[in-house]
C-alpha cells in the first residue's frame, strides 16, 4: 500500500466518488451478513490482507447441524449456542482452506466479543473495524493488551450504498 493514498475516505476517479477501502470491505461485510441463518442477529466478518479478502464468515450453524432458521435457536443465558460467529466461521475457513491469518483486518458488521476477540488474536490479526457497537469489557481488554488496533466504522452519511 502506498503511504499516501488514503484508507478510510472516498477516492476520486474520473469526477466519481470511490468507497474506500475501510467502507469498501464494510459494505461487503454487510453482504456477507445476509447469509447469516440465526434470527437473531445478521453478522458478517471479511478477514483481509494487503486489500486483498482471505475469508469470510457469518453467523449459523456448524456444518451438518441444522440452522436456527429450520430448528429454532437454542437460547442459554440470553445467547443462541447453536449458531457459531460469524468471526470465528471465518477463520475456520482459513483453517480448511489453509489461509494464513497472521497480519489481517477483520471487518465486522459487529464489534466481536470476548470469544471471538480471542480466537481473532489467536489467529494473528492485527486490526479489527466493526460497524455497530456490542461492548464487551473483556474483549476490550484483551484486545488492548494483545495490541490489536480497533476501529468503528462510521459511514459517511452523504454516501449510501445500495
Not at 450453524?61 to 430448528?71: I, L, N
Not at 497480519?103 to 490479526?125: D, E, F, N, R
Request: aromatic content about 4%; overall charge neutral; glycine content about 8%.
Amino acid at each position: 500500500m502506498q503511504s499516501d493514498e488514503p484508507i478510510n475516505g472516498p477516492i476520486a476517479i474520473n469526477g466519481a466518488a470511490r468507497p474506500g477501502w475501510d467502507e469498501y470491505f464494510m459494505e461487503i461485510a454487510r453482504t456477507v451478513a445476509t447469509r447469516a441463518t440465526c434470527p437473531r442477529a445478521s453478522v458478517g466478518a471479511v478477514l483481509t490482507r494487503e486489500r486483498r479478502i482471505l475469508t469470510t464468515g457469518y453467523n449459523g450453524a456448524p456444518r451438518g447441524v441444522a440452522h436456527c432458521t429450520d430448528a429454532g435457536c437454542i437460547i442459554v443465558d440470553g445467547h443462541c449456542l447453536r449458531a457459531t460467529h460469524a468471526e470465528a466461521n471465518a477463520i475456520v475457513q482459513g483453517a480448511l482452506h489453509g489461509v494464513s491469518l497472521e497480519g489481517a483486518t477483520a471487518y465486522c458488521t459487529h464489534q466481536p466479543c470476548s470469544g471471538c476477540s480471542k480466537l481473532l488474536i489467536s489467529a494473528g490479526v492485527v486490526r479489527i473495524v466493526y460497524r455497530d457497537a456490542y461492548p464487551d469489557p473483556v474483549a476490550s481488554m484483551l484486545l488492548r493488551e494483545a495490541n490489536v488496533a480497533v476501529e468503528q466504522f462510521v459511514p459517511d452519511p452523504l454516501r449510501t450504498l445500495t
